[in-house]
């Protein structure tokens, strides 16, 4: 099973974590849904922060920075749930 440890090393480098059972395609693709909803939902905050004149600067820079992280999960998840080889 990939565990959020094994994703978190996978994201620094570490080691590329292989997808060996359906449960870990299952759990990946289940994974990639949730970020991809949390990054949807962070973008439309955002915006709707931006849009307001009294927002607050520190809140905004967190919640863009959380955004750009959530995307970089997804972008990982993705290559972990592309095949190795062509088919």
């Given at each position: 099973?990939?565990?959020?440890?094994?994703?978190?090393?996978?994201?620094?480098?570490?080691?590329?974590?292989?997808?060996?059972?359906?449960?870990?395609?299952?759990t990946?693709?289940?994974?990639?849904?949730?970020?991809?909803?949390?990054?949807?939902?962070?973008d439309?905050?955002?915006?709707?922060?931006?849009?307001?004149?009294?927002s607050?600067?520190l809140?905004?820079?967190r919640?863009?920075?959380?955004?750009?992280?959530?995307?970089?999960?997804?972008a990982?998840?993705?290559?972990?749930?592309?095949?190795?080889?062509?088919?």
């Amino acid at each position: 099973m990939i565990t959020d440890a094994r994703l978190a090393k996978a994201c620094t480098g570490a080691y590329h974590v292989a997808v060996h059972t359906d449960e870990d395609l299952e759990t990946l693709q289940t994974r990639l849904a949730a970020l991809q909803i949390e990054h949807r939902d962070l973008d439309a905050v955002i915006a709707h922060l931006t849009s307001t004149a009294a927002s607050d600067d520190l809140l905004l820079r967190r919640m863009k920075k959380r955004k750009l992280q959530l995307k970089d999960r997804i972008a990982l998840t993705e290559r972990l749930l592309m095949p190795d080889e062509p088919a």
